[in-house]
């Protein structure tokens, strides 16, 4: 009888191991972004400047997707750590440290630090209370920025930032070609650890955490302790992205800690998909080049344009692009 159990208990294992080792399995359809991104360096030279801005900011949307996507945290300040690593690392080059990998582990340590710091205490709140936490978080940081303006650079912003080249070889130009493959290869990076912890264990109880806190509380879950895990993780992938803006555009200001970079960052998450890892490979680009073009159309008045492309997506396209690609699954597979 003892035997009999042991041996079920073994299978059960083996079960869940399996499964588990299925759900880490790479798909083929998630090689499509990156191809797509090696594709666009070839197709579109005259474009790798905003290319690689693009990537950045897809770096700084993944970062987000994981605090409201997987565990549920809601805020409006995440540019807080955005712009306190793009200022870690401005500062840096400004100042004689001019090696571009130490400056983005920098930035990602400083950025985790003030987002620990301040888990600790926006995380006891929820709700609007949360919200208000983290823009409070947000306001504080672009205020003292403005007032320590000797070492910030204040609303003139941080200038004289000079960056190495790339393993001492590829140099930075206007032309971005070696920031788009540098920005790249970070976002892969960043990618891949993302996509660890959505499909760990871990991952699965934020996304226990993100559906009913109390229940993960009664089996014995840590909620509070995951909360400021992830929470402190998000913010060093948002300092990791400032860190790629500032060295690729060698500027910092106070825009970078403002209400309305946390907001656009929103506006991309929902139109790509809130919550499937892959919603800001598609929200970003598609943002950042309706901004481009619809600017150059009319610039006086463009951000109607991107007010009505953002109604027609809610009305039209519920859960983003990628929840219509996922309905279109479901019914196919239905047939």
Same mark, same amino acid.
């Not at 083996?14 to 360096?41: G, N, S």
């Not at 400083?110 to 301040?118: E, T």
């Not at 760990?200 to 955490?209: H, K, Q, V, Y």
């Not at 060093?236 to 060295?247: C, E, F, M, R």
């Given at each position: ?161 000079? /960056? @190495? $080249? +790339?393993?001492?070889? &590829?140099?930075?130009? %206007? #032309?971005?070609?070696?920031?788009? =493959?540098?920005?790249? *290869? ?110 150059? /159309? @009319? $610039? +006086?008045?463009?951000? &109607?344009?991107?007010? %009505? #492309?953002?109604?027609?997506?809610? =009305?039209?396209?519920? *859960? ?16």
């Amino acid at each position: 009888m003892t035997d009999l159990s042991s041996r079920d208990l073994m299978g059960d294992r083996k079960v869940v191991v399996d499964a588990f080792a299925r759900r880490h399995r790479f798909k083929w359809y998630e090689a499509i972004p990156w191809l797509v991104a090696i594709a666009c360096y070839f197709l579109f030279e005259n474009y790798h400047a905003l290319g690689a801005q693009i990537f950045a900011t897809i770096l700084f949307a993944l970062s987000l997707d994981l605090l409201i996507g997987f565990a549920g945290i809601v805020t409006l300040g995440h540019a807080a750590f955005f712009g306190v690593g793009a200022y870690a690392a401005g500062v840096m080059a400004a100042n004689g440290w001019q090696e571009p990998f130490s400056e983005i582990l920098v930035a990602a340590i400083v950025a985790s630090g003030v987002g620990f710091v301040s888990g600790l205490i926006v995380l006891r709140t929820a709700g609007l209370t949360l919200l208000m936490q983290t823009l409070v978080v947000a306001a504080l940081l672009q205020e003292l920025a403005n007032k320590w303006s000797s070492v910030t650079g204040g609303s003139d912003g941080l200038l004289g930032m000079k /960056i @190495d $080249p +790339i393993f001492g070889a &590829f140099r930075f130009d %206007l #032309f971005g070609d070696t920031a788009y =493959v540098y920005c790249l *290869g970070v976002l892969f990076i960043g990618w891949l650890l993302a996509r660890n912890i959505v499909y760990s264990s871990f991952g699965r109880s934020l996304t226990g955490i993100r559906e009913n806190a109390n229940r993960m509380h009664a089996i014995g879950a840590p909620v509070d302790r995951r909360k400021i895990i992830i929470y402190t993780i998000s913010a060093a992938l948002a300092g990791v992205s400032g860190a790629l803006i500032a060295q690729t555009t060698a500027l910092v200001g106070l825009n970078t800690l403002a209400l309305s970079k946390s907001g656009e960052l929103i506006i991309m998450l929902v139109i790509g998909g809130i919550g499937r890892l892959y919603g800001g490979f598609i929200g970003v680009p598609l943002y950042m080049i309706a901004q481009d073009r619809f600017s150059q /159309i @009319d $610039p +006086i008045y463009w951000y &109607f344009w991107i007010g %009505l #492309f953002m109604i027609l997506v809610v =009305v039209f396209a519920r *859960g983003g692009v990628l929840g219509v690609f996922e309905r279109f699954n479901q019914r196919r597979r239905s047939r």
